[in-house]
């Protein structure tokens, strides 16, 4: 921690660009990491001041230096695109109780945070210029830099501007094995994925599923402090390598024209949001939650011509779970429970553990997922009641 502290001190003491950038995010990360704090009018005149100031600097050094910019500019680019766009934001309620997939890494703080897009695109069309993430010469900038593009390319549902630093199979070949009895999930998850689709982008997901599958398997491992358990750095930097490459797939949504591309997309979509459910949760304000929720519907609205509640009823009730808990608080919940309820799906499983070992050969994990899922077959449930009392 002293390290870091000289090493800031020393960029701040030699660069005015830096000073600005600086003093403008920790402002803005000291007002709006406080739950329940208010927001000081003395806090928010010093962000505008040197936000301000952190504009003039940069606009004459990008004049007067072009792509070659000094990093301490680019380091001000960066801030800009993640606080610049703040200054009506308040900081969450006292009484906020996050997971802890949601606070590592300060993602429920950074997520909250409008982007500045004009300065992000500028950001990376710079770096593309000299060589990308891995030419800079200032390997944590790189880093943090990649975890913001990951962050607000899944908020678009776009891919990322740039690559990994490290690939995910680099990471995960480093991943602590599983020792002593395995876990009964071990056995289940991620296999209702097999041989679904014939399509050349379904390959790449497999390798996903499997990864996804081991920090999913590690992430149960460290919840009961098991010895061979993953650190928490681990997993989150697997969980963000795996969705860096999620969101680099193939999107077929706008061309589906046989059984076997609706398939691949229900599995894409679902386990995207079985991302944002568990292992990737942002704020409900700012998270791609309708937007995922509304593809996942014309997704399986389009299941309908290729009968696949009759040809592959296990995928589409977890694909229907999936879009149903991600709908949670949105306009669009209603049309889930109407899908599970029209699907007949409920006349095979009655009883919800049966429902649960399905979900469980897909992406699911019980202790983390199950009242999510328990409220919205309880709906379905309800709704079949209420029109046979109308009846």
């Known amino acids: 921690m002293e390290d870091m502290k000289r090493h800031v001190m020393s960029r701040i003491l030699s660069s005015e660009t830096s000073l600005y950038a600086v003093v403008f995010a920790g402002a803005t990360y000291f007002a709006l990491r406080r739950p329940g704090a208010p927001v000081s009018q003395e806090n928010l005149m010093l962000r505008l001041n040197y936000k301000t100031r952190a504009l003039r600097k940069m606009s004459l050094e990008i004049e007067e230096l072009g792509p070659q910019v000094p990093n301490e500019t ?83 549902l776009e891919s990322p501007a740039f690559p990994l630093l490290k690939s995910t199979k680099q990471l995960m070949s480093r991943w602590p094995m599983a020792e002593g009895n395995p876990s009964p999930l071990s056995t289940t998850l991620g296999t209702g994925f097999k041989g679904l689709s014939s399509v050349s982008a379904y390959a790449q997901f497999s390798f996903i599923v499997g990864f996804l599958s081991e920090t999913i398997l590690g992430w149960e491992r460290y919840q009961r402090s098991a010895p061979d358990a993953p650190i928490l750095c681990q997993i989150a930097q697997a969980r963000n390598a795996i969705l860096h490459d999620l969101l680099c797939l193939p999107d077929l949504s706008e061309s589906v024209h046989s059984p076997e591309e609706c398939l691949y997309e229900l599995c894409r979509l679902g386990t995207l949001c079985f991302k944002l459910i568990f292992l990737y949760p942002l704020s409900r304000s700012n998270g791609p939650y309708d937007a995922l929720a509304k593809r996942m519907m014309v997704m399986l609205d389009i299941t309908s011509s290729f009968r696949l509640w009759s040809t592959h009823p296990d995928l589409m009730l977890w694909a229907t779970f999936m879009g149903g808990i991600v709908s949670k608080e949105t306009p669009f919940r209603y049309w889930f429970v109407e899908e599970l309820n029209s699907s007949g799906i409920k006349h095979t499983m009655i009883a919800w553990p049966r429902v649960s070992n399905v979900l469980a050969s897909f992406f699911w994990l019980n202790d983390e997922c199950d009242a999510d899922g328990i409220c919205l077959w309880r709906e379905t449930w309800e709704l079949t009641q209420s029109r046979a009392v109308s009846i």
């Open 74 to 156: 680019l380091y001000t680019m960066l801030s800009l695109a993640a606080f610049g766009a703040s200054e009506k934001l308040q900081p969450p309620s006292a009484d906020k109780d996050d997971h802890l997939l949601a606070v590592f890494h300060d993602l429920d703080f950074y997520c909250r945070l409008p982007c500045e897009w004009a300065h992000l695109r500028a950001l990376s069309h710079l770096l593309k210029q000299r060589g990308g993430l891995a030419a800079l010469n200032r390997p944590g900038f790189g880093i943090a830099l990649s975890l913001y593009d990951t962050l607000t390319s899944f908020q678009r």
